[in-house]
Structure formats: structure tokens, C-alpha cells
């Protein structure tokens, strides 16, 4: 019998119309560890973002365009119907659940999984059908028997963050006191990362260890499992005036507080927390002050990017020629590169681990935008076509992640115009100048242009932030066709990767991290910026259809290619060096 039948009739046990199951844990993750895994345990749908819906009669899957493809053949077969989001034809959740339920019924959440804002949208849009919310009815577990436990790796001190946790929470406390509040309630696990200078190792590829904290005028409160801490680690929050109490307290600790004023974060922290303080203090929604400190990196976390880039491109020359042999000799496959790309970055100095799944696509494979290579479709890479190679790791240096799509052979000219088109886009976006102010909304435009006048596009965003030796997707900038008021600031590290998906023929996808940086002292018209191209290592110029770049834009590759050089061959051997030379040569 399957989970999810499992699952519905337990719902009929419990008289419970319907159930949400998120991918996210109590601390809002993108990415969770296994013991939270539970929409991909009841689905089978394994992506990054998916919430499944469950009544006791049917169950729905809503997902975005990255995870389309993928996400139909998962679902195959398990009677959950793929609610393709964003579609026009889609319904929302809250119009599919509507329809389903009717007055009277109950619905069951887990509210450590619902921040405060979703869990009061939710309660506002039953109580409108006079349908109630059940939070104390934990179907997942009752259900799911063979649940992962929780995560018990063991925590490491980050030296390379350039300011002290003393200095970071006495920013923090400031931010607190503005407000009129004496405390904060952080959730987030990348925030409690940076803040208290820590990194860990319970969730695949992201460098955070679960936790909750609690940060008042007068104390600071760790809440983490003691297990995960050496000697060490005591020391260091002994030292730094932090009391560390077991995980599983923190609700009883809240319970305790009273008649104070706590701010917490209504977007990010779960309803949970919420529940527990509210009726015995008093809530101040404030957006953690910790979001846009972490995103704008200080001149000692940018130095670390610099270095990761050297390493993770001495990595991927290395990884490019055994795959030119690899091919050459009929014995590279999707898997086979995905492991050699991790050799080769495990090679480095500090290196800790991939900071993602790597993507190695090839050919019709590259047009699923999140695709991971299994033994069921692992393809043989054949003399032609293209590899689509997203990938990037976690150094104590910095984190990267970087794209590119690498020609096996030739190319009809179909492929070389558009891998040429997104390359255009990441030219131009790279090169930009902008006021103080500007949002990365306002720049998305230029990385899509050149696709456009080809009646192209993608449909994910052009650019996401990136974590300090932390987590590969970090708020709050963003650059993307939406609307997102968080204005670029100096400091702030992000990808540049636009992309076009042509569906069972081949993807193409080229991304840099850039830095934002100030261009010239301000003037009558204020202060402007430019980027900072961070990552380091060609693109391939077999891709290049010539005839469709510009001047400017020659020159722009040139003095990459050659800044790769520059920077990388006093790591690299001769015959490295040799490689390398080849694929930077000065593009007439």
C-alpha cells in the first residue's frame, strides 16, 4: 500500500477533509533535510519546490516551470494530478482546495511548516467556507513509519566571515531597539549561520546545522542539540556570552515568555512560534534585519569568492580535458562527468562539498531545467550536440555556481544562434551600469532581449543571490521578470544566468556569479554601479554563431577569456595551461 493511500485513509479516521504538504521544514528551507522530506515521500516527486495537496478522495501537485518535465514523469501513474503553476489554465491551491472542501470540514496543517503570513492567509480564506484548521493531528508521522530521524552532524567554527558574532548581534540588538521591541525569534537556518559565524553539515549541500535562536537586549539563546557541538564550539559560545539549550526545547522556552515585546519575522518564522507567544506578549512583524546584512558581502567574504572562483575553475579545466578524452573515446556519460566534476573540485584546498546537485544534461535532457543524471537515464555523450553543466561547491573560501554548455561536436545552427542569443544576454547584463536604487527587475530585461526578438524566453529567473559559504540561493535580490521591491546594493553577490529550453532537442544555459560594485564617485545624478564578474572559466567559442555578435561584445569576451587566463594558469600545469590558452585565444 502506498504512502499516500496510507494517508487518505487516515484522513477518513480522523474525519480531516484535506491536508497541505509542503516541501519546506519548520525553518522555511528550500532545501530540507531527509527527516522532512515528506512531499517527495508521499509523491515521489523528488525537485526542490512542490506542494502536494491531499483530500481523502484525490491529491494534486503544484509545481513550477523549472520542474514541468521532470515532475510529469514522477508523477506517472500515482493518480496525483501535475498542477503546472503559472499557467493560465492552472488553478491556484487556494481554488482547487475550495472547490473540494465545503462547510463544516476541517482541514489538517502541521503549522511548523506554514510561516505566519501563509498560515493566516489559509485561515482567513476557510474561515470564509466556515471550514475550520486542525494543527494538532500529525498525520505525516502517524503515517509515515520509516521517517528519517533528525539530522546529528556535528558543527564547525567559520573564521573567514570578516565580522565577529559580537559585532553582528549588537547591529542586530540596534535593529531590535529601533523598533521597540527587547527581542527576536530567528528560524531560518542560514540566518543563524551567519549571525552566530557557524557552519554545519544537516542538510545535503547547504552548510547549516537546524537550529532555532532567540537574541533579547540582556541574552542570546542557541538553541541546537549538544551533540553537534565539540569542546571547541563550547568555548567559543561560552566566550561569547551564548547559552546553548537542546532543539526540542525551544517551544518550551517560548512557552516561558511573558510580557515582553518580541519582534519576529512574519514572512519566514512559522506559525508555530506564533501560536505559542502571542497571547501572553506582545508581536512586532519585523523583516529580519539579517536577510540584507548577509547579502552584502564585506570586502573579507568577497576576497573568499575570489579565491573559490580560482579553485572551482582550476577544477573545471581539469574536469573539461578528461571529458574532451572521455568523449573521444566513447566512455563518458552523464554520471560518469557528474563524478569527475566532483573529484576534480574535491582536489581543492578547503573544498567541503558540491553546493547542489549537479545538473549534466545532454542534448534533450538539457531542456529539463533541474535534470540530475540516475543509472534509469543516464546518457552515453556521444561527438555532437551540446552538455548542459550546471554545478558548484562549497569552499570555506565562498560557494559558486556557475553554468556552461559545452559542445561535443558540431553544431546545426540552430544551436549555435541560440547558445550565441543567451551568451549575448549574459554580455549585456555583465556590462550594465545602474543608479543607486535600481531593482533587479528593472535589469532582467537585458539578459532576455536578444531571445525575444527570436520569440524566446525562460522561465525561471535571470538571477538569484548567493551565500558566503552558505546556502547557493539567498535572498533578498533577485533578478527576474517579477516584481521584487529589494533594490541592488553594493556588496551583494548574484548569478547572471539566462537560458532557453528547446523541449526533446537540447537546453542551453550560461551563468556567472557578479558582484555589485560601485562605478565612479557620484555625480549631479547620484551614485552609480556596475557588476563584478566573479567566476572564473571560459565559454566555449564552438558554440558562438560570430555573425550575431557585436563589436562590443567581442571585446567584452576577449577580456574575460583573457582575465580566466590570467588568473587561473599559475595553478594549472603546463599541459593545463596549454588547454587553456586554446579556449582563451582572441576571438576576431
Given at each position: 500500500m502506498s504512502l499516500l493511500i496510507s494517508l487518505q485513509q487516515s484522513m477518513v479516521r480522523h474525519r480531516i477533509a484535506a491536508t497541505i504538504i509542503p516541501s519546506t521544514d519548520p525553518h522555511g528551507s528550500e532545501y530540507v533535510a531527509s527527516h522532512w522530506q515528506a512531499r517527495r515521500a508521499f509523491s515521489g516527486f523528488d525537485g526542490s519546490a512542490g506542494t502536494l495537496v491531499v483530500t481523502t478522495s484525490k491529491a494534486a501537485l503544484w509545481t513550477d516551470s523549472r520542474y514541468f518535465i521532470q515532475a510529469a514523469e514522477q508523477l506517472a501513474d500515482t493518480g496525483i494530478e501535475l498542477m503546472k503553476e503559472g499557467l493560465a489554465a492552472t488553478p491556484t491551491i487556494e481554488q482547487w482546495l475550495m472547490a473540494e472542501v465545503s462547510a463544516g470540514d476541517v482541514i489538517s496543517l502541521d503549522a511548523k511548516l506554514f510561516s505566519i503570513s501563509e498560515f493566516e492567509r489559509w485561515q482567513s480564506l476557510f474561515a470564509s467556507k466556515n471550514v475550520t484548521i486542525a494543527t494538532d493531528i500529525d498525520l505525516v508521522s502517524e503515517v509515515w513509519i520509516s521517517r528519517p530521524s533528525m539530522p546529528q552532524n556535528p558543527i564547525r567554527l567559520f573564521s573567514k566571515a570578516g565580522r565577529s558574532f559580537l559585532k553582528k548581534v549588537d547591529t542586530l540588538r540596534k535593529a531590535i531597539q529601533n523598533i521597540g521591541a527587547e527581542a527576536f525569534v530567528i528560524t531560518a537556518l542560514d540566518e543563524i549561520a551567519w549571525l552566530f559565524n557557524i557552519r554545519g553539515n544537516d542538510i545535503e549541500f547547504n552548510p547549516v546545522a537546524v537550529a532555532y535562536a532567540y537574541v533579547a537586549t540582556?541574552?542570546?539563546?542557541?538553541?541546537?542539540?549538544?551533540?553537534?557541538?565539540?569542546?571547541?564550539?563550547?568555548?567559543?559560545?561560552?566566550?561569547?556570552?551564548?547559552?546553548?539549550?537542546?532543539?526540542?526545547?525551544?517551544?518550551?522556552?517560548?512557552?516561558?515568555?511573558?510580557?515582553?515585546?518580541?519582534?519576529?519575522?512574519?514572512?519566514?518564522?512559522?506559525?508555530?512560534?506564533?501560536?505559542?507567544?502571542?497571547?501572553?506578549?506582545?508581536?512586532?512583524?519585523?523583516?529580519?534585519?539579517?536577510?540584507?546584512?548577509?547579502?552584502?558581502?564585506?570586502?573579507?567574504?568577497?576576497?573568499?569568492?575570489?579565491?573559490?572562483?580560482?579553485?572551482?575553475?582550476?577544477?573545471?579545466?581539469?574536469?573539461?580535458?578528461?571529458?574532451?578524452?572521455?568523449?573521444?573515446?566513447?566512455?563518458?556519460?552523464?554520471?560518469?562527468?557528474?563524478?569527475?566534476?566532483?573529484?576534480?573540485?574535491?582536489?581543492?584546498?578547503?573544498?567541503?562539498?558540491?553546493?547542489?546537485?549537479?545538473?549534466?544534461?545532454?542534448?534533450?535532457?538539457?531542456?529539463?531545467?533541474?535534470?540530475?543524471?540516475?543509472?534509469?537515464?543516464?546518457?552515453?555523450?556521444?561527438?555532437?550536440?551540446?552538455?548542459?553543466?550546471?554545478?558548484?561547491?562549497?569552499?570555506?573560501?565562498?560557494?559558486?555556481?556557475?553554468?556552461?554548455?559545452?559542445?561535443?561536436?558540431?553544431?546545426?545552427?540552430?544551436?549555435?544562434?541560440?547558445?550565441?542569443?543567451?551568451?549575448?544576454?549574459?554580455?549585456?547584463?555583465s556590462r550594465a551600469v545602474f543608479p543607486q536604487g535600481t531593482r533587479g527587475t528593472q535589469l532582467d530585461v537585458l539578459a532576455r532581449q536578444y531571445l525575444w526578438q527570436y520569440y524566446k524566453n525562460f522561465g525561471h529567473g535571470t538571477g538569484h543571490g548567493v551565500g558566503h559559504h552558505l546556502c547557493v540561493h539567498e535572498g533578498p535580490q533577485s533578478i527576474r521578470m517579477q516584481e521584487n521591491p529589494q533594490p541592488l546594493i553594493e556588496g551583494m553577490v548574484t548569478s547572471n544566468e539566462p537560458a532557453v529550453y528547446m523541449q526533446g532537442k537540447y537546453g542551453i544555459r550560461h551563468e556567472n556569479l557578479i558582484a555589485v560594485k560601485r562605478h565612479k564617485k557620484s555625480n549631479a545624478f547620484g551614485l552609480f554601479y556596475k557588476f563584478e564578474t566573479l567566476t572564473l572559466f571560459p565559454f566555449d567559442r564552438r558554440g558562438l554563431e560570430r555573425s550575431l555578435m557585436t563589436e562590443d561584445e567581442i571585446d567584452w569576451l576577449n577580456e574575460y577569456h583573457e582575465m580566466c587566463y590570467r588568473r587561473l594558469s599559475p595553478q594549472l600545469n603546463d599541459q593545463e595551461c596549454a588547454w587553456l590558452k586554446r579556449m582563451t585565444a582572441t576571438i576576431r
Amino acid at each position: 500500500m502506498s504512502l499516500l493511500i496510507s494517508l487518505q485513509q487516515s484522513m477518513v479516521r480522523h474525519r480531516i477533509a484535506a491536508t497541505i504538504i509542503p516541501s519546506t521544514d519548520p525553518h522555511g528551507s528550500e532545501y530540507v533535510a531527509s527527516h522532512w522530506q515528506a512531499r517527495r515521500a508521499f509523491s515521489g516527486f523528488d525537485g526542490s519546490a512542490g506542494t502536494l495537496v491531499v483530500t481523502t478522495s484525490k491529491a494534486a501537485l503544484w509545481t513550477d516551470s523549472r520542474y514541468f518535465i521532470q515532475a510529469a514523469e514522477q508523477l506517472a501513474d500515482t493518480g496525483i494530478e501535475l498542477m503546472k503553476e503559472g499557467l493560465a489554465a492552472t488553478p491556484t491551491i487556494e481554488q482547487w482546495l475550495m472547490a473540494e472542501v465545503s462547510a463544516g470540514d476541517v482541514i489538517s496543517l502541521d503549522a511548523k511548516l506554514f510561516s505566519i503570513s501563509e498560515f493566516e492567509r489559509w485561515q482567513s480564506l476557510f474561515a470564509s467556507k466556515n471550514v475550520t484548521i486542525a494543527t494538532d493531528i500529525d498525520l505525516v508521522s502517524e503515517v509515515w513509519i520509516s521517517r528519517p530521524s533528525m539530522p546529528q552532524n556535528p558543527i564547525r567554527l567559520f573564521s573567514k566571515a570578516g565580522r565577529s558574532f559580537l559585532k553582528k548581534v549588537d547591529t542586530l540588538r540596534k535593529a531590535i531597539q529601533n523598533i521597540g521591541a527587547e527581542a527576536f525569534v530567528i528560524t531560518a537556518l542560514d540566518e543563524i549561520a551567519w549571525l552566530f559565524n557557524i557552519r554545519g553539515n544537516d542538510i545535503e549541500f547547504n552548510p547549516v546545522a537546524v537550529a532555532y535562536a532567540y537574541v533579547a537586549t540582556d541574552r542570546v539563546i542557541l538553541f541546537i542539540d549538544s551533540c553537534k557541538c565539540d569542546a571547541k564550539a563550547c568555548l567559543y559560545f561560552s566566550q561569547n556570552g551564548i547559552e546553548v539549550i537542546a532543539y526540542d526545547c525551544f517551544f518550551d522556552f517560548l512557552a516561558t515568555v511573558a510580557n515582553i515585546k518580541i519582534a519576529i519575522d512574519f514572512s519566514r518564522a512559522n506559525y508555530e512560534v506564533f501560536s505559542v507567544l502571542h497571547q501572553r506578549n506582545e508581536l512586532k512583524n519585523l523583516t529580519s534585519p539579517i536577510i540584507e546584512a548577509k547579502a552584502i558581502k564585506n570586502s573579507a567574504e568577497l576576497a573568499g569568492f575570489r579565491r573559490a572562483m580560482i579553485k572551482d575553475g582550476v577544477a573545471l579545466v581539469r574536469f573539461c580535458i578528461w571529458l574532451q578524452q572521455a568523449v573521444k573515446d566513447g566512455v563518458a556519460t552523464e554520471l560518469k562527468a557528474s563524478h569527475k566534476l566532483h573529484e576534480c573540485r574535491r582536489e581543492q584546498a578547503g573544498f567541503v562539498s558540491d553546493s547542489f546537485e549537479t545538473i549534466a544534461a545532454y542534448q534533450a535532457h538539457g531542456a529539463i531545467v533541474h535534470y540530475a543524471p540516475t543509472p534509469q537515464t543516464d546518457l552515453k555523450l556521444k561527438p555532437h550536440g551540446l552538455l548542459l553543466l550546471d554545478s558548484g561547491g562549497q569552499y570555506t573560501d565562498g560557494t559558486t555556481d556557475i553554468t556552461r554548455t559545452i559542445p561535443l561536436g558540431r553544431l546545426s545552427y540552430e544551436q549555435r544562434r541560440d547558445f550565441t542569443l543567451v551568451l549575448k544576454g549574459v554580455i549585456a547584463l555583465s556590462r550594465a551600469v545602474f543608479p543607486q536604487g535600481t531593482r533587479g527587475t528593472q535589469l532582467d530585461v537585458l539578459a532576455r532581449q536578444y531571445l525575444w526578438q527570436y520569440y524566446k524566453n525562460f522561465g525561471h529567473g535571470t538571477g538569484h543571490g548567493v551565500g558566503h559559504h552558505l546556502c547557493v540561493h539567498e535572498g533578498p535580490q533577485s533578478i527576474r521578470m517579477q516584481e521584487n521591491p529589494q533594490p541592488l546594493i553594493e556588496g551583494m553577490v548574484t548569478s547572471n544566468e539566462p537560458a532557453v529550453y528547446m523541449q526533446g532537442k537540447y537546453g542551453i544555459r550560461h551563468e556567472n556569479l557578479i558582484a555589485v560594485k560601485r562605478h565612479k564617485k557620484s555625480n549631479a545624478f547620484g551614485l552609480f554601479y556596475k557588476f563584478e564578474t566573479l567566476t572564473l572559466f571560459p565559454f566555449d567559442r564552438r558554440g558562438l554563431e560570430r555573425s550575431l555578435m557585436t563589436e562590443d561584445e567581442i571585446d567584452w569576451l576577449n577580456e574575460y577569456h583573457e582575465m580566466c587566463y590570467r588568473r587561473l594558469s599559475p595553478q594549472l600545469n603546463d599541459q593545463e595551461c596549454a588547454w587553456l590558452k586554446r579556449m582563451t585565444a582572441t576571438i576576431r
